[in-house]
Each structure stands twice: as C-alpha cells, then as structure tokens.
C-alpha cells in the first residue's frame, strides 16, 4: 500500500489493501464494495457534515436492532435490497410460485398446527378459510409438505409487536397424503412498517409512505424440492401498485371469495356462506448435488 494517499490515490490504495485477503469470496466482496463506495463518495461529494449525518443514521438504525425488531432490514427492505438479493438467489423455472421478502417478523419455530386450525383464537373478527396445495412442476402433489404461516392482524400488527409473546396468527402445517393444506384465520390489513426511527424518518424525509398490501406469509417445503419463501397478496388491497418494500408480485396477488358450502362450513365451525382464499404453491425439484 503506498503512503501518498490523495483523492486520486484513493480506490486504488484501498482495493490493495485488501489483496492478501486469504478468503477469496471475502476479497472479491471487499475491493468490489471499495469500488462502488468511492465511486458513490465522488459522485455525490457529500460534505464533512452530511458524511456525519449518515454516520449518525447508520448508528441510530443500529441502536434499534435487536432481537424483536432489527431497523437494518426495515432499512435493506425500502431501499430494495432485499427484493434484489432474493431475486438474485431464487432464479426458479417456469411455473413454480415465486418468492419475495422474509420480512422481519419471521420466528424460528413457529407452532405445529392440524390441518383445519383457528389461528385466530384471540380475535374476534370473522374467519376467512386459507386452502391449497402443495405440488411439483408437474402438478403432482407433494404429500407430506410442511407450511410455515403467519401474518399481521386486522389492526396491521404482528404477535411479536405486542406486549403479549404468546404465539398468535401464525402455524406450522404438514400437508396430507394429496398436497393439501388448509386453516382458519383472519383477513389481514394493510399495514405500515415500524416508522418510528430512522428508516420512518428517512421515508418522510423524501416523501415515501412506509405502507405495505395486506398479505400472509408462507414457507413452503418438502424432501427433494427447493423450499419457497413467499406471500399471498390480498386482491383489492391498497399499496399493491405501491409496496414501500417492493415485494408485490401479480403472480401472488389472490381475492376473497364467497363460498356456499354447508358441509364445509359446519365441518369447520364458519358460518355459510363463508370468506374463502385459494393459494396452491409450486415447488421446483431440488437438482444440486446435494438434494434431497
């Protein structure tokens, strides 16, 4: 690394300085990073005052990470990186459902549930019926496939923004011997992202709206095919043409229907006719050397 360090030098002496990297993978992203940084430096020429303010921003989001709420994805998520790392590592073949965000709500171990549950329990607002099924690209079922659900309530709030830890609108289902799934929930709303820190001033700052379309989460799985993360959008819903996150795709936008079934209905504690949503997912074989 040369000692005269001056704008033109700059890039250069940085990029060297990480040339005896021992992790390939690890050199490779650190002098690419150097490049675009300096090239973003000497773009906008920010002043000594603005870098100290974006220091300060990045230190404010960090300040309100933590393991309830991490403002970094609220952050990756609006400026789309998220979408973009996501569409990057779930490039799928023709016909198989298509992912989007994880979102920062996800838990790890979500509650296993039987086929036909309420996941609504404490919520008095009328249930909707979620059903599909899980199949191959060839349309067969995949018998056995384990869902992973959750999603924000009438009033735009996850479980894990509440006081209240206990487990709510969210489950762990095994498919049957013919790919289907189904459960009992609530239509969700339409909701903002946390907007109270530094990602919510940000968006104010430059006249975004922090909303997100009303949908439901899912993970969808099964030995030898290549696992899903994805949502069902709520047809009608408002921000669908606007997703502050970027996340919408038609593919996975699905209305709510009437349904007159009395057998199903009674079957299912609902009442008839009831609020019915179809979402079959399609998974795409697992092909790398290690599938399976």
């Not at 404490?122 to 384990?146: M, N």
């Not at 047809?235 to 009437?258: A, H």
Request: aromatic share 8%; net charge negative; glycine share 8%.
């Amino acid at each position: 690394m040369g000692s005269d360090f001056s704008e033109a030098t700059a890039t250069d002496a940085v990029v060297e300085s990480f040339a005896e990297t021992p992790d390939a993978r690890l050199r490779e992203v650190m002098q690419s990073f150097t490049r675009h940084l300096h090239a973003f430096v000497r773009d906008v020429e920010p002043t000594q005052g603005e870098w100290e303010a974006a220091i300060g921003f990045l230190t404010a989001v960090g300040h309100l990470s933590d393991d309830r709420r991490q403002e970094f994805i609220l952050l990756s998520d609006v400026m789309g990186v998220s979408m973009l790392v996501d569409a990057i590592n779930n490039r799928r073949p023709v016909g198989a459902t298509e992912s989007t965000v994880l979102g920062p709500f996800h838990v790890v171990e979500s509650p296993a549930r039987a086929l036909g549950d309420d996941l609504a329990e404490a919520h008095e607002a009328p249930r909707c019926l979620v059903r599909g099924r899980v199949l191959d690209l060839d349309g067969r079922p995949v018998a056995g496939a384990l869902v992973d659900v959750w999603q924000a309530d009438d009033q735009g709030f996850y479980d894990v923004q509440k006081d209240d830890l206990a487990p709510d609108l969210r489950g762990l289902f095994t498919c049957d011997e013919v790919g289907r799934f189904w459960f009992r929930t609530i239509v969700p709303l339409h909701y903002p992202i946390p907007d109270d820190g530094p990602v919510g001033a940000l968006l104010r700052a430059t006249g975004r709206h922090p909303y997100r379309p009303a949908h439901i989460h899912f993970i969808a799985g099964a030995a030898g095919h290549n696992p899903v993360t994805t949502h069902l959008f709520v047809e009608g819903s408002p921000y669908l043409e606007d997703d502050t996150v970027f996340g919408v795709k038609q593919s996975l936008v699905r209305p709510v229907r009437q349904e007159d079934d009395e057998e199903t209905a009674t079957s299912l504690g609902l009442p008839n006719p009831f609020q019915v949503i179809d979402f079959d997912i399609t998974l795409a074989e697992d092909r790398s050397p290690t599938g399976g």
